[in-house]
């Protein structure tokens, strides 16, 4: 800004103008001071006269001679300068307490030369006082702010940060200049982007509403991850305009982990108070020092009764230098490997652990005691006996299966041999009639030993999967007896052994299976036999007594049983064996070095028949060569005053039939095919023979048989299928159909029914049998 004076050729006018001036100038609330070019003073206003103590000598003087400006240095060249640039200038300058603002502004005259400076003064000692007092007090408040050690950051409407102390600088070791007017949520990373702190900040502002104090997270640069409690308030401004927020961080981290240890601490108390296992520790001299529920439940003892006393009251006697070297290896600093031992509880029981040691150190990190975890593994440890009896127990099961396989190759083979034997004597050219009878005899006695074998076998199957049928009837127990006898007597014969029977005088009634229960007696008669040196005595008894006089307990079905007991001679049992001797494969001594050894499945069988007939048996010996007797007994009926005879059914008599049956035999085994249709042809039926489903079906155009004799077996479409077929041929309709197969469980029996089978042989089949079922077709 450049002043225009006029001036002095003025004349008159000018005069009128310079009055005007001087009034205008006095007027003027500043003091103003006019110096020429000659930096002379020219002119001065009231103001400036009151304020330096000037007076119209002072006009023509020097500036420098004003005592307010002697001590502004380089006057002169200032208002040079000034004049030079057109531009004005401005320094403080102190009088004693007093502050001005000196101001030199270059004026232009009217003819637009420079005709020198203008002077002002303006009193700012009252401001400054005021912006020396603000200055003190903002240090002031900074250095406070930088001697409170949790954070602090003044952020403003727009959350920016504009202010922070020290303290939360180093927090986000940021400086001042790189945190200036950036968002909060910007620095460092975004973690503190988080909606719910945004708008607490925000209602601050709006409506200074009360902060709810927030805990938060972060992760710093040098201090790592922090748990930090955040608060705020909201410093107003004059007008209620631009209001900021004062922003307070607390680090709680140490106040968090301490709070998570104690709460961790309370939950290991509760654990080691709620804990089966005994959880006690004790120190250096062994001296028990604490004592949890879980001890007392194991030992038996309460705290206050071990807590103080020496950890050897629950260490037997010939164990006390286990206790020893734990002490030593614990003060050695040694590690102490995890062991089972033996403890004595409060009664004087004794008790199997499994103990783990481990060290308690001090603060310092010295070894000060220890603690030991106690558990019982007493059902363990008699599991363990248990399993390896039963292990001792598996390995003798295999030995015995082993010699069971071995026994079995033994025993199929032996009527094997003779079988051969007679093959090879019906191949001789000079065969005679004797030699045929001798191999015929030969055959269908070893035949039966081995269906006899496999039938043992398949009834032992059913009985331990429960799927055997017993066909009760009403039966005299003489009759039992008798086929029993009839059975066996070969077997007695054979060995030159006395049998003698003694059987009640009246006649002892069962409801049971026959067939069954005369298969117990006859296998217990033929053990007999076994275990007996040849010309030895078997005796047979049979008495009904009551259940109470019997057992000493009421168990039977019925209130009367009947006592069946074999008695032999033999090589006895030794006691070790008794309780085995039902088991499956079970023999008493090697049954390999007896050439009527067996499979050992004969007890095996008894028991489980005479169990399904809800009965029991059992075995008694005074020892080895002292023979054995088998007792079983069976629920009866009462016995009949006058003793009665058991009618014999009358024998079949087998006749050829009054006309021819035509039978088809379809068995993919040619050999039994062939020799099943010769033997049909030989008792007078009209047989043919085919060797597949295909060959089957082809020849019913020139043979429609009434019976059909079918394998399961066939290799292009099984019996099931091809029955299913017969069945719903028109021209076949009433045609008989056998299902022969060597599968005989209750299974294939239902599943041939249901393809459509009228009956069910397994193979081999009883020839007896098979014509009696032909006959009655």
């Not at 015995?400 to 094997?416: G, M, V």
């Not at 085995?580 to 007896?594: C, M, T």
Request: hydrophobic share 40%.
């Amino acid at each position: 800004m450049t002043i225009r004076l006029p001036t002095h050729n003025d004349g008159a006018s000018a005069d009128s103008v310079n009055a005007d001036l001087g009034d205008i100038f006095d007027t003027i609330d500043l003091s103003i001071v006019v110096v020429g070019r000659d930096f002379t003073v020219t002119r001065f206003n009231v103001g400036a006269a009151a304020l330096l103590g000037l007076t119209p000598s002072d006009i023509g003087r020097s500036p420098r001679d004003i005592p307010l400006l002697t001590a502004v240095i380089d006057l002169e060249k200032l208002c040079a300068q000034v004049i030079a640039d057109r531009s004005p200038f401005r320094r403080e300058v102190r009088d004693g307490d007093r502050w001005f603002l000196l101001r030199i502004a270059p004026y232009t005259r009217s003819d637009g030369q420079i005709g020198g400076t203008v002077l002002t003064f303006t009193n700012v000692t009252a401001f400054r006082a005021s912006l020396e007092q603000a200055i003190y007090e903002r240090e002031y408040t900074k250095a406070i702010l930088n001697t409170v050690i949790d954070p602090l950051v003044v952020l403003d409407a727009d959350l920016r940060v504009q202010t922070a102390n020290r303290a939360f600088y180093a927090m986000f070791q940021l400086s001042r200049e790189e945190t200036q007017n950036i968002p909060l949520y910007d620095l460092v990373n975004y973690e503190w982007n988080t909606p719910r702190l945004w708008s607490l900040l925000k209602e601050i502002i709006s409506d200074n509403s009360e902060f709810q104090t927030l805990e938060a997270e972060h992760t710093f640069p040098v201090i790592g991850r922090r748990t930090l409690l955040l608060n705020a308030r909201r410093l107003s401004r004059e007008g209620n305009v631009g209001h900021m927020i004062l922003l307070a961080f607390q680090d709680i981290t140490e106040r968090s982990v301490a709070e998570e240890a104690r709460a961790t601490l309370a939950t290991l108390a509760a654990i080691v108070e709620s804990s089966d296992d005994a959880i006690i520790s004790k120190d250096l001299t062994g001296v028990i020092a604490s004592w949890n529920n879980g001890a007392q439940r194991l030992f038996g003892y309460t705290a206050e009764e071990t807590v103080g006393r020496p950890i050897t009251m629950l260490i037997p006697p010939e164990r006390l230098d286990e206790e020893t070297k734990i002490l030593e290896q614990l003060k050695r600093g040694e590690r102490i490997d995890h062991f089972e031992t033996v403890r004595m509880r409060k009664d004087g029981s004794r008790l199997d652990i499994s103990l783990t040691i481990s060290p308690v150190k001090d603060t310092d990190g010295r070894i000060v005691g220890a603690s030991k975890v106690a558990r019982d593994i007493s059902e363990r440890k008699r599991a363990e006996k248990a399993l390896r009896e039963y292990a001792e127990e598996l390995k003798d099961a295999d030995r015995r299966k082993d010699e069971f396989l071995a026994i079995l190759a033994h025993e199929l083979r032996n009527p094997l041999a003779p079988i051969r034997n007679a093959v090879e004597l019906l191949k001789r050219p000079n065969l005679t009639v004797e030699h045929f009878q001798l191999a015929r005899e030969i055959t269908e006695s070893q035949l039966n030993q081995m269906v006899r074998l496999v039938d043992d076998l398949l009834d032992l199957s059913r009985i331990s999967q429960g799927k055997i049928e017993l066909k009760k009837e009403r039966v005299t127990l003489k009759s039992i007896v008798d086929q029993a006898l009839e059975t066996s007597r070969p077997h007695v014969e054979a060995a030159g052994h006395k049998l003698t029977v003694s059987l009640p005088p009246r006649n002892v009634y069962l409801d049971a299976d026959p067939l069954r229960v005369a298969q117990v007696l006859s296998n217990l008669i033929n053990n007999a036999c076994k275990y007996s040196a040849n010309n030895g005595h078997i005796e047979i008894k049979a008495n009904v007594e009551t259940a109470e006089k019997g057992r000493g307990e009421a168990v039977a079905v019925s209130p009367m049983e009947l006592v069946l007991s074999v008695k032999d001679t033999g090589i006895g049992i030794a006691p070790e064996h008794l309780r085995r001797i039902f088991e499956l494969f079970s023999q008493v001594g090697s049954a390999l070095n007896r050439s009527q050894g067996g499979l050992g499945i004969g007890l095996a069988l008894v028991r489980g028949l005479v169990e399904q007939h809800g009965g029991s048996v059992e075995a008694r010996s005074e020892g080895l060569g002292k023979g054995s007797e088998f007792i079983v007994r069976l629920p009866a009926g009462p016995a009949f005053a006058e003793e009665s005879a058991i009618p014999s059914g009358d024998e079949t008599v087998l006749s050829i039939p009054s006309r021819l049956k035509r039978i088809l035999v379809i068995d993919d085994n040619k050999i039994q095919a062939r020799s099943l249709e010769l033997l049909l042809k030989a008792m007078g039926f009209d047989a043919r023979s085919v060797y597949d489903a295909k060959s089957a079906l082809a020849i019913l155009d020139e043979f429609l048989p009434q019976v059909a004799l079918i394998d399961i077996g066939l290799p292009d479409i099984n019996g099931y299928e091809l029955a299913r077929r017969l069945r719903g041929l028109t021209q076949l309709k009433g045609i008989t159909l056998i299902a022969q197969t060597g599968w005989g469980r209750d299974t294939d029996r239902e599943e041939a029914r249901q393809a459509g089978f009228d009956h069910h042989l397994t193979k081999p089949i009883d020839h007896q049998v098979l014509q009696n079922l032909l006959l009655a077709e």
